[in-house]
């Protein structure tokens, strides 16, 4: 199965729904699909505001020290996310930043772990970018 | 939640030490899985984050109790974030 989104002011985006915590309701959320940021074997999966992860959080997870652009020791959560289109929900663990940290207009990041669980890419249509189950 | 409570602190503790086993013996039994601490005791140890959360929560319904490490996972790290700005 395969999702594409169009570009964000031409950068590369993810819908993520998550669960809030507690009534089991679900809110989207636009990330940066930033292979630049973690590793494949970093212990997070998103970058999300402090306020979101607040609100998505079911478990606190070890603290990750974070370089370059967003610098820092910073807590993390674990969340609860969701790509409907690919029948896809899955625990992930957040870190969670100040807002201001965040990229512009976007409500977080879709860090390298998590866009290598997929393919990812444009699939041919340079205005967009996708995801495809493995 | 962000900020971890006492008891968390010391759950911290706890799977900093069983991070440092995991990551240096090779017969450690927390090696690759992700791990659940509550009140100073594992109670979780399993293969997938959700198996561990859902261990811990069926224990501690309450989500500022516990805390869930990736035993195997390097915490003293720096993981870079290249760049987040755009126009």
Known sequence: MRILWELSRNRPVVEVQFMVAGNGQTVTRTLLA?????????PFHLVLAEEDCL????????????????????????????????????????????????????????????????????????TRFGLETL | MLQLTEEQEHDLKVAAIINREARSDP?????????????????AVDDTLTEASHRLRSLEPDRNCGIIIEA????????????VRGS
């Open chain 2, 72 to 83: 195997s996972a390097d915490y003293e790290a720096e993981y870079e974030i290249w760049g």
């Open chain 1, 34 to 42: 930033d292979t630049g940021a973690g590793a494949a074997n970093a």
């Open chain 1, 55 to 126: 609100l998505f959080g079911l478990c606190a997870a070890a603290p990750v020290q974070l370089s370059r652009a967003i610098s820092g020791a910073f807590p993390a959560v674990e969340v609860t996310a969701s790509i409907l289109a690919l029948s896809l929900t899955q625990h992930v663990i957040a870190v969670a930043v100040p807002s201001r940290h965040l990229p512009t207009n976007l409500h977080g990041i879709a860090a390298f772990r998590f866009l290598n669980s997929f393919h990812y890419g444009n699939f041919g249509d340079a």
């Open chain 2, 27 to 43: 017969l450690s039994p927390y090696r690759g899985k992700w791990v659940a601490v509550l009140r100073d005791q594992v109670v």
